[in-house]
């Protein structure tokens, strides 16, 4: 696949929390390209590295991106203004493979909400979102997310709001009538979603977090351990053999 930088522009910008932004980037070619699960790498004014921030969702002709600011570069991100245009590599990486036809569980867990709409969207009456973040300030897209699925559960850490709790209780409740889990999030969830649904026996995709450079499988910084047949290791690379990959295939 040839990777092109293309211009967007920013057509629109909120701020769902304290610390999270909300763009929607206007590009035809890319938006019609950009499967559920996948990531865009993007140009910082002033910064070298792109930053990787996972596609929120797709309508017509604009891509979502819902982004935290956790450094300096997302900061610069989250001044730029509507009307201005933001360079990005996309679509990149390998996306969740959804079936319409069956009963799916999408877990988020905080910043790794954002994907689970439009992946979710794939699925809707068939679909259950289960969402978990620590507080109620910190819940975001949840009527984005109940308009297009059958059902949306949340939970919180503090009990502030939905359930008090983790995503794996509800999960527990509703795994069995489950056909298919996709999961984002913290590795520590993934990791537990994970192991209940090798023992329910129901097939698991899991997007991971990594920290990324290029984007494109190039500095090799994105590592991750997964199992061959023979129940041995080896290294394949989240952003180009990834985000999303079988739950049982990681060496957790």
Known sequence: MKYDAQNCVLISKDKLTKTIYD????????????????FVQVLVPGKTLR????VC?????????????????????????????????????????????KK????????GVPPMLYSAKQCGENATVINGFRNKDAVILSEDISS????????????????????????????????????????PMLKNISAMAKEHNVPCQVSLEQRMACGIGACLGCAVAVYRGDGSTFYKHV????????????AW
């Open 57 to 101: 969702d797709v309508n017509g002709d604009i891509i979502r991106l819902v982004f935290e600011v956790r450094g300096e570069g997302t900061e610069i991100l989250s001044l730029m203004k509507p009307g201005d245009e933001i360079n990005i590599i996309a679509p990149l990486g390998n996306g969740f493979e959804l079936d319409k036809n």
């Open 51 to 54: 930053r990787p921030i996972s």
């Open 23 to 38: 763009f929607r980037l206007q590009n035809k070619e890319l938006a019609a390209l950009t499967k559920p699960g996948q």
């Open 239 to 250: 952003c180009k053999d990834g985000p999303v990959f079988n739950s049982e295939e990681v």
């Open 148 to 187: 297009c699925v059958g059902n949306l559960i949340i939970t919180t850490d503090d009990g502030s709001y939905g359930i008090h709790g983790f995503v794996t209780q509800p999960l527990l409740e509703l795994i069995d009538s489950a056909e298919m889990i996709c999961a984002c999030g913290p590795t």
């Open 104 to 111: 799916t569980i999408f877990i988020g867990g905080g910043i």
